[in-house]
């Protein structure tokens, strides 16, 4: 059975950083992609970044790009979000998926996925 479990979310000042982790636990996540998606109140579930299986690459939302780094460690079964420069926009519910596909930003191609951990970002 696939479990998610993130982590890492809190109350961040603007331009301010956090890191999530996902740990993934019953599969080999070597063999999956995984997502980070969050989902404004109000507004649709986004795709934010995500890294793809077998080591094809990493893709991020335009929003993101250039703040947010996602990375994963297999061994730990567990990706990142390094989330910096932070604004008020990037507050959301943050989930972590995964899928065998390589539709990365697709939320639609995700089978598992975890409860969330809120960031909000405020002064």
């Known amino acids: 059975q696939v479990q998610l479990v993130e982590s890492g979310g809190g109350l961040v000042q603007p331009g301010g950083s956090l890191t999530l982790s996902c740990v993934v636990t019953?599969?080999?996540?070597?063999?999956?992609?995984v997502g980070w998606f969050r989902q404004a109140p109000g507004k649709e579930r986004e795709g934010v970044a995500c890294t793809l299986r077998m080591y094809s690459g990493t893709l991020y939302a335009n929003s993101v790009k250039g703040r947010f780094a996602i990375a994963r460690d297999n061994a730990k079964n567990t990706v990142y979000l390094q989330m910096n420069s932070l604004k008020s926009e990037d507050t959301g519910e943050y989930y972590c998926?995964?899928?065998?596909?390589?539709?990365?930003?697709?939320?639609?191609?995700?089978?598992?996925w975890g409860q969330g951990t809120q960031v909000t970002v405020s002064s």
């Open positions: 019953g599969v080999t996540l070597d063999y999956y992609t």
């Open positions: 998926a995964t899928t065998k596909t390589l539709y990365c930003m697709n939320p639609g191609v995700y089978d598992n």
